[in-house]
């Protein structure tokens, strides 16, 4: 009889084991090319994927910063408003040669008309991206009562503008964190074609 409760009480703690130390599952990295751009990005349960000129792809806040949609990453979709909360969405407008980047950057965000103010990022300045001199842009946007953590990248290269739009509803820190660092690698990765 003991060594029946003995055998009983191993299966029984190797089973706990096994549950316990059983890996959680973790994103995977896959990588997304078009005629315009190519990088990589950890998909994650729920991210939708589109390409440009898809306009099923809506997110909130709902205005523009202008260009046409090269590709978007949107995660935790709004069932009943049909908008993403977490997205990540590359544009691609012509850059008039008297223009400069800092007056296309002023009038997108006065048409906007959205009030801003100082985020949780507070990276507002110059940036590298893949190479390029480019400008990012940090700020806060209230929608009702949820706010969003905007970050905006401002690539010009050879008579374009890419604009790189990070925008993420203000949740629990960790969940923001992760979602900032996988932005991160996106951007890291990314190739203008």
């Known amino acids: 009889m003991k060594k029946q409760s003995i055998l009983v009480i191993v299966v029984i703690l190797t089973l706990a084991c096994n549950i316990l130390i059983r890996p959680t599952p973790t994103a995977e990295i896959l990588h997304f090319e078009n005629e315009s751009v190519a990088f990589d990005y950890k998909y994650e ?24 949609l090269v590709v978007g990453l949107g995660i935790y979709k709004y069932s009943e408003l049909d908008t993403y909360y977490r997205s990540i969405r590359i544009f691609r407008q012509p850059m008039p040669s008297d223009s400069n980047l800092e007056i296309i950057m002023q009038e997108a965000y006065q048409k906007a008309k959205v009030p801003q103010s100082k985020g949780l990022v507070n990276a507002t300045g110059p940036v590298t991206v893949d190479g390029l001199s480019a400008y990012q842009w940090t700020y806060r946007v209230y929608v009702g009562e949820p706010a969003f953590e905007m970050r905006d990248i401002w690539i010009p290269k050879d008579g374009e503008l890419f604009i790189i739009a990070i ?5 629990n820190p960790d969940s923001f964190a992760t979602f900032q660092a996988d932005a991160d690698m996106l951007v890291n990765s990314l190739r203008i074609k």
């Open 45 to 68: 349960k729920g991210m939708d994927v589109f390409e440009g000129g898809n306009a099923t792809f809506q997110c909130n806040p709902s205005f523009e910063l202008g260009g046409e």
């Open 167 to 171: 925008w993420t509803q203000w949740g």
